[in-house]
């Protein structure tokens, strides 16, 4: 199991989510906490890269950007960013 953090700039987006989007996101920490490397690469041209992103919500209206701390077992959000 992984570590889940989250930076106090992408605090602040989760912190402006709207209610309804909330369950999504919380659906998406337990994804991180087991199994974050099943995310995309945030680049494709570098697959290998510790960051990644992932789309949640019902119809796809989140994204989440992220790294993988592989030595320490850490998930760090760093970015929240929802268009619903």
Do not use: C, K
């Amino acid at each position: 199991m992984y570590r889940y953090e989250i930076v106090a700039d992408a605090r602040a987006q989760v912190d402006g989510l709207p209610t309804e989007a909330l369950v999504h996101y919380a659906e998406l920490i337990a994804f991180l906490e087991l199994t974050p490397n099943e995310g995309p690469p945030y680049r494709d041209d570098n697959p290998d890269s510790g960051m990644r992103r992932m789309i949640f919500g019902h119809d796809g209206e989140g994204l989440a950007v992220y790294v993988v701390l592989e030595q320490d077992r850490r998930v760090v959000v760093v970015s929240v960013t929802w268009v619903g």
